[in-house]
């Protein structure tokens, strides 16, 4: 079982904590508890200043592990919109921001997506280190063609990918999404209701941030371009 504590989902800098906000629809409740602790840092910072955090966080390390130890390590064998089996060992060395959606969805995947190209674009010659992924949700509707007329819409480099019903549920636990049908008609009519955020993971496979629905593109290629900083192009 995870520990409630993870560090991972906090930028710290010299001068700035980037904050990531509850993300809407589904979390566990340990997640959600989570993103208290990330509220409750953010505010001891502003009343208390980097010694209260210091000494939190050094008292919370010896009773926690953090996010990026090795059972928080990205795994995933699934098919890309081009028909290709791809693990995540096919992206080993490069940055990947992963969304999880379908391709039916009518607002919410459509505006991530868009904030998502957008932040690329922002990143310069950075962002060829990145690698946008869009996971579906709904396999059964999303055909390799239509994945693939619906990423290449957004970004030339988004990579859709599919897999079985299982396999999409197993990765999507992996990263806490969680979705259903909603506004069900027929068999081959219906909405999903599904987490609405995009994931950062680092060159070794570790996640890193969790961009909220709503984040603004500033934000997500600041925060990105900080991380890529962080890393040499060996790691």
């Not at 190209?117 to 063609?145: E, H, M, N, Y």
């Not at 990423?151 to 999409?168: C, E, N, Q, Y």
């Not at 999903?192 to 969790?210: E, R």
Request: proline letters at 5%; a positive charge; aromatic letters at 12%.
């Amino acid at each position: 079982m995870r520990k409630i504590v993870n560090y991972s989902f906090y930028l710290i800098l010299p001068n700035k904590i980037f904050t990531i906000r509850p993300v809407p629809l589904y979390f566990s409740e340990k997640f959600y508890r989570k993103f208290a602790m990330r509220s409750f840092l953010t505010r001891a910072k502003h009343k208390c200043g980097w010694l209260a955090i210091i000494l939190l966080v050094g008292i919370l390390a010896v009773q926690t592990k953090t996010y990026a130890g090795e059972e928080n390590q990205v795994h995933f064998s699934l098919t890309n919109h081009d028909g290709e089996p791809v693990t995540e060992k096919n992206f080993m060395g490069h940055f990947l921001l992963i969304f999880f959606g379908y391709s039916h969805c009518p607002d919410i995947c459509p505006m991530n997506l868009s904030v998502i190209s957008s932040a690329l674009d922002d990143l310069g010659s950075s962002g060829t280190r990145v690698q946008p992924i869009f996971i579906t949700l709904d396999p059964k509707r999303d055909t390799l063609k239509i994945l693939k007329s619906f990423v290449h819409h957004f970004h030339p480099r988004l990579m859709g990918l599919t897999g079985s019903t299982k396999k999409i549920q197993e990765v999507a636990a992996t990263f806490f999404v969680r979705y259903e049908r909603s506004n069900t008609k027929t068999s081959n009519s219906y909405l999903l209701d599904h987490t609405a955020a995009s994931y950062l993971i680092g060159p070794t496979g570790k996640g890193l941030v969790i961009f909220p629905h709503n984040t603004a593109v500033t934000e997500m290629a600041t925060t990105i371009q900080a991380y890529i900083n962080s890393h040499s192009p060996a790691q």
